[in-house]
């Protein structure tokens, strides 16, 4: 299993990382070598098996629909890098 | 400085200060002289807040006063991994990604703690979004063993474990995704207790993978590790994996012994890559408990091996998905200068994510990316069943199970840095448990000739914490490991 430097810059650009010659090589070498022990799992017949998303199941997970408070506005945007009134502002994206 | 208080336990603590042989002030600023101390050496704090932390002292010693302590627990401080949003404290999950970070609310479990009353020492270090094993891929400092400072406390809850083994506080929460609270308590001679999926809420705690994390206490004592789980396994409408099973009194029946109870030593936890010295501790354990009127049986859970790679698949899936909202939008790092937006996301995230985060999100994004998502990720869901199955089929025949914590003692700061299948190696006998959502602890069963502490895992059926606890005292009370503090 040997990942190519393509296969390595499409899914740094999926996960939107952009990533510098050397990390790209170093990711290729490392991901090669981990999805190498991975391919263990295919001697395991598992046709016949569910899969299992998580472990506990938990039911009645529904509330009662009833307005309750959020959280006020000037807290929840405290941290932003930038804003304008009260909302987060990004790079322009359309021209 | 009053060392003899900085040895007792939570509670042992808690009879001192509801008969006013201490007060919390004194209680909590002798827990910040220690870390004055020690700290530069051991480095188990990315940051304390005294001030808040006295305050809240201070609030308990009045309730003290009035006869009005909000529990067993009330004065008594505490510390948290920074996985933990903490109302106006900074949270980074030890990330430069959420530098600067003053989270708006508490976690649900952090809340808990400060409505019994636990001053909050300080946030602890840990692997960068509790990515590791070692608490080395903190992007801020590493954290050194206790123990032998030289060597690495264990991961990714090594902050909270090395605090409290060198008695810097007396207990901590850490979280458990695949070992993170057992592994670093077996390597620092702790008492880590991950509970059942669900039995804690995860709300207001860092995201790192959403069907394996839970909230995990540690402490030196197995009674304190119940006193810390009672105080926060409650319900919460916040966390839709939140248990509604109302959490049974952990410590009614912990001194109950186990006599009668079988217990079953999986075969497959004994082979390729354990320390003998390892082994042989956990064996002795096995038949001190035999001793005390268990009966011990070999099991087997024949898809062990296949755990690593069943993990290291699904625990980066969601690790990609989860870490996508770090795109220096709505809080944390942005990078400046960008083109446009796509280019701010990528920029942000290239410069806010370190070695290990990358390479866990671009293996997930990988094993999800179309094209591989059958033959990587709904593989290992597939596994996931076939894992869970073996411990499901051992219960119907034991009530526990009994396996070594990690396969190795403490390793050197650095040793497995460069290698990250060897790092991923430690934590072979604490993943298959989390993988079925079960409860584990681990609790010191010895150390080797070097020194180093060695680790006990107790595995049982979901929701039998109790039964857990009840094993680990009764092993606990033959032994003075609690009363071992590191020469530090």
């Known amino acids: ?95 | 400085m009053t060392p003899e208080l900085l040895n007792l336990s939570m509670l042992e603590l808690s009879t001192k200060l509801a008969r006013r042989e201490t007060s919390s002030v004194e209680v909590t600023g002798a827990c910040l002289g220690r870390i004055e101390q020690v700290d530069s050496k051991v480095r188990a704090f990315l940051r304390v807040d005294a001030k808040g932390a006295l305050a809240a002292a201070e609030a308990s010693d009045a309730r003290r006063k009035q006869n009005a302590a909000l529990g067993p627990l009330d004065g008594i401080p505490v510390a948290l991994k920074d996985m933990f949003l903490t109302e106006g404290v900074e949270t980074t999950a030890a990330s430069k990604i959420l530098a600067g970070f003053i989270p708006p609310y508490d976690a649900t479990a952090v809340q808990l703690l400060k409505g019994a009353g636990l001053p909050i020492i300080g946030k602890t270090n840990q692997d960068e979004y509790a990515m590791g094993s070692s608490t080395e891929s903190s992007a801020f400092f590493p954290t050194h063993n206790p123990w032998d400072l030289s060597r690495t406390p264990g991961g990714s809850s090594g902050g909270s474990a090395a605090a409290v083994a060198c008695r810097e506080v007396f207990g901590a929460l850490g979280t458990d995704t695949g070992g993170s609270i057992r592994q670093p308590a077996a390597m620092t001679s702790t008492v880590g207790l991950k509970p059942t999926y669900g039995r804690v809420s995860r709300y207001g705690v860092i995201a790192y993978a959403s069907s394996l994390d839970q909230v995990s206490p540690i402490a030196r004592t197995v009674r304190d590790a119940a006193a810390l789980l009672q105080t926060i396994a409650v319900h919460d409408p916040k966390d839709s994996t939140s248990s509604p099973a109302r959490a049974p009194d952990y410590l009614a029946e912990i001194e109950g012994g186990v006599a009668g109870m079988k217990l079953g030593v999986p075969r497959e936890y004994f082979t390729e890559g354990i320390d003998p010295e390892i082994e042989g501790a956990v064996r002795r354990a096995a038949s001190e408990l035999e001793k005390l009127g268990a009966k011990v049986v070999e099991v087997s859970l024949p898809h062990t091996r296949y755990a690593l790679a069943t993990y290291y698949l699904i625990a980066p899936a969601e690790a990609s998905s989860n870490l996508a909202r770090y795109d220096g939008v709505r809080y944390g790092l942005r990078a400046q200068g960008a083109r446009g937006l796509r280019e701010m996301y990528s920029q942000t995230r290239a410069a806010g994510f370190g070695p290990e985060v990358k390479r866990r999100i671009m293996l997930g994004t990988y094993a999800l990316s179309a094209g591989y998502y059958d033959a990587y990720y709904l593989k290992a869901q597939k596994m996931r069943t076939l894992i869970r199955q073996d411990f499901l089929e051992a219960f119907k025949n034991v009530d526990a199970v009994l396996s070594p914590t990690s396969p190795v003692t403490a390793f050197k700061l650095g040793e497995k840095l460069d290698d990250p299948l060897a790092m991923y190696l430690v934590d072979v006998f604490t993943l298959p448990c989390n993988l079925a959502g079960l409860p584990g602890m681990s609790i010191p069963c010895g150390f080797s000739a070097a020194g180093l502490p060695i680790g006990l895992q107790i595995l049982g059926r979901h929701f039998d914490e109790a039964r857990l606890l009840r094993i680990a005292r009764a092993f606990e009370r033959e032994h003075d490991f609690d009363r071992r503090a590191p020469p530090v």
Do not use: C, W
């Not at chain 1, 790209?24 to 190498?36: F, G, K």
């Not at chain 1, 799992?41 to 199941?57: C, F, I, M």
């Open chain 1, 1 to 95: 299993m040997t990942l190519s430097l393509e296969e390595v810059r499409h899914v740094a650009a999926l996960a939107r990382l952009s990533l510098s010659a050397d990390e790209e090589e170093r990711y290729r070498h490392q991901l090669s070598a981990i999805l190498e022990a991975m391919e263990q799992l295919k001697a395991v017949n598992t046709e016949q098996v569910e899969p299992t998303s998580h472990a506990v199941a938990v039911e009645g997970l529904l509330r009662e629909d009833v307005v309750v408070p959020s959280m006020d506005p000037e807290k929840a945007l405290a941290n932003a890098p930038a804003r304008v009134g009260t909302s987060f502002a990004v790079p322009k994206i359309i021209e």
